[in-house]
């Protein structure tokens, strides 16, 4: 176990440097001038050569990338992310003040998503080409088939703008100061994105988990449960459900990162301050350590979802525990042979290379 | 020749061909011959299966797509056979004849595009189709041929026992003589009391065929139907696993075996069903295939042939 989490410690420390050099990489590539970008056009006409360059030296435009991210590199070793210049506040500060909000839509959205596209995949699958199955692909294919920020300005046009449901965008109502926003209208201001975010994600877990059912139904396990006199439904709470759970899980643990990817087009829609409009922000503005400090903090976010799946996924199959087990018997040692009882070592493991493809999908 | 019978078919609204007088043993009726111990206790058959086919509705293959026509594919044609309370009868098959499609058929499960037609009797009764969803578990019991039948991820004892029949109180009572029964057959079967916290995976090939075996104990059923339940089995496991059925079948009870292995069938079952082209052509005591001109149809006779040995005799069947 102490081996394991070491060897995922050391994947996510790879990922940081990996993603962190490719925003690095990617604006120093990018054409936007940040003093140009920053100051404005008009600004920047008028502006005397003296105060451009100093602008610039501001900017760290004229310093070469192995410099920049090496300096970068080790303020992050201190545990800090550097200066936003576009906020002109640390980037930790600016990201911290963002999270809250964004981790509210995210983990709304997440759980939403991945509950109704669940039961509505069991329904489907259990009904499979009957009508509910028709109707609930087809609202499938139409929800993948549509970007999340046009569906966004739909719901936008008819809840907020037509009928007054909802307001039109922003975390808080406008003109109230931050200390004062009560409960009730940040959830009042979070529920249209909210919404659409979870719509949005629901497609591809929907499709999955029908596609599992309707695989297990056709399957010997029910097969064997009919034989049994065993009803649909029946069938489906004793052996399904465990069986259908476990990849739905481990999708919607791994699909952290497309929600994420929503919510930046959702967050510019809704004008919702989140870590999504200020990667944006960040992005046109050429602000290099902010944009480096949310790629990380997401990269971060996506790769806990899949570290927890794959524990997940110890805990509830016996057949990876064993797996894991049967791998540490191997390796030798006093540990392993505790673990593993005698007479296991009579049979190679049944699907133990299933078990294994299935925790590293 | 008592009343009961009569009253019987009355009641099941239908007369079967076999509610007629007893017959003596030897002699042939609705096409089939007897063994030594097929009984008749009420002067009918355990399971009486007539006409039963099975089709697929299916497009039709090799046509251009849009222009294809759905159109049924049979795949079990007519089947006739009866199984007696106290025997086993195998029924003898290629692979991928449709024996287990046979199986399927008997117990009334269909896939979505399956159609069957056909009459079956339990113990003189004509069932419908809600008659037969019944006996599933309950009468019927069903012995599948490999362990990835079982749910992987739910422990040995737990399906063993199956799902509690009832309400309240009943439902309750019905849950402890699930676990008794359970314990009982465990028991029985010589499966250590550790066994049921097992998951499927980690049982040996001998465990889990007497675990398959304990799921279709559990309800008490009078037939068992089982499928190919030797392949992958050694000789030794093979033979042990053919004794618990001829066990079973020597309580009273009636197995309807199924396998493409005719040595196999000849070693354990009373009687002989065989199974070509989707329908029973033959269906006669294992003595018959002492010698082929006691057999009438020729698939029968290129089985025989098939034997490893020619002068195959009853007195093989020891191996029980």
């Known amino acids: ?361 | 020749m008592s009343e009961e019978p009569r009253e019987k078919a009355i009641r099941s609204s239908a007369t079967a061909p076999h509610e007629a007088p007893p017959h003596r043993s030897g002699e042939a009726h609705h096409h089939h011959t007897h063994a030594a111990n097929s009984r008749h206790p009420g002067h009918h058959h355990l399971l009486q299966v007539e006409g039963l086919s099975a089709a697929f509705e299916m497009y039709a293959p090799g046509a251009p797509f849009f222009e294809a026509e759905r159109r049924l594919v049979p795949v079990i044609r007519d089947v006739s056979l009866g199984v007696h309370e106290g025997e086993v009868l195998a029924v003898v098959g290629a692979s991928g004849a449709g024996k287990s499609l046979l199986a399927e058929a008997i117990m009334g499960i269909a896939a979505p595009n399956e159609r069957i037609v056909g009459r079956i009797w339990f113990d003189g009764e004509l069932e419908d189709e809600a008659g037969i969803e019944r006996l599933r578990s309950r009468e019927i019991a069903f012995v599948p041929q490999s362990i990835a039948c079982l749910d992987p991820l739910m422990r040995v004892g737990e399906q063993v026992r199956g799902i509690p029949r009832g309400k309240g109180a009943a439902r309750k009572a019905d849950v402890a003589r699930r676990i008794e029964r359970q314990r009982e057959l465990f028991r029985r079967y010589r499966l250590d009391e550790s066994v049921e916290r097992l998951y499927p995976h980690e049982l040996s090939g001998g465990m889990a065929r007497r675990v398959l075996l304990c799921c279709a104990l559990v309800d008490e059923p009078r037939l068992i139907i089982a499928d190919e339940p030797t392949p992958g089995l050694d000789l030794q496991l093979a033979e042990a696993a053919l004794a618990d059925l001829r066990a079973f079948a020597d309580e009273g009870g009636a197995v309807m075996l199924i396998t493409h292995d005719i040595e196999l069938a000849l070693a354990v079952a009373d009687r002989v069903a065989v199974f070509h082209d989707g329908t029973v052509v033959e269906e006669t005591s294992v003595a018959s295939f002492a010698s082929p001109e006691l057999l009438r149809h020729p698939f029968s006779r290129e089985l025989w042939h098939a034997l490893p040995e020619h002068d195959f005799a009853v007195a093989s069947r020891s191996v029980r």
Not at chain 1, 152 to 169: D, E, H, K
Not at chain 1, 299 to 305: E, H, I, S, T
Request: glycine share 12%.
């Open chain 1, 1 to 361: 176990m102490v081996r394991f989490i070491l060897k995922n410690l050391l994947k996510a420390c790879l990922l940081v440097v990996v993603v962190s050099f490719v925003v690095f990489c990617l604006v120093d590539l990018s054409p936007v001038d940040p003093v140009q970008a920053n100051v404005g056009q008009a600004a920047y006409l008028t502006m005397s050569e003296a105060k451009r360059a100093q602008l610039e030296a501001y900017w760290g435009a004229g310093e070469p990338l192995p410099v920049r991210y090496g300096r970068w590199l080790a303020g992050l070793l201190q545990g800090d992310l550097g200066m936003s210049l576009r906020y002109n506040e640390p980037v930790t500060q600016v990201i911290a003040e963002r999270a809250a909000p964004s981790l509210a839509l995210l983990s709304i959205a997440w759980a939403g998503s991945g509950i109704l596209g669940f039961v509505l995949g069991v329904g489907a699958g259990m009904a499979e080409r009957r009508w509910p199955d028709r109707i609930i692909r087809g609202w499938c294919f139409v929800m993948t088939s549509i970007p999340s920020f046009w569906l966004a300005l739909i719901l936008l046009m008819v809840f907020a703008v037509a009928l007054g449901w909802f307001p039109i965008g922003f975390a808080a109502s406008i003109g109230v100061a931050s200390a004062d926003v009560t409960w009730a209208d940040a959830i009042h201001h979070l529920a249209l994105p909210a919404i659409c975010l979870t719509l949005a994600g629901v497609a591809p877990v929907c499709l999955h988990t029908r596609e599992k059912v309707v695989e297990f139904e056709a399957g010997d396990v029910a097969g064997f449960a009919k034989l049994r006199g065993e009803g649909p439904w029946q069938r489906f709470w004793r052996h399904g459900l465990r069986n259908v759970a476990l990849p739905a899980l481990t999708l919607q643990c791994a699909s952290i990162g497309e929600i994420f990817g929503g919510a930046v087009l959702v967050e510019e829609v809704f004008s919702y301050p989140g870590l999504g409009q200020a990667a944006v922000t960040a992005g046109l503005g050429s602000d290099v350590c902010l944009l480096a400090g949310i790629a990380v903090v997401t990269a971060l976010l996506v790769f806990g979802g899949n570290f927890a799946a794959d524990l997940l996924y110890g805990v509830i199959d016996p057949r990876m525990r064993e797996a894991r087990a049967a791998k540490r018997a191997a390796r030798g040692g006093v540990l392993g042979w505790l673990v593993n009882r005698p007479e296991d070592y009579d049979e190679p493991l049944p699907d133990a290379g299933e078990v294994e493809r299935g925790g590293s999908a």
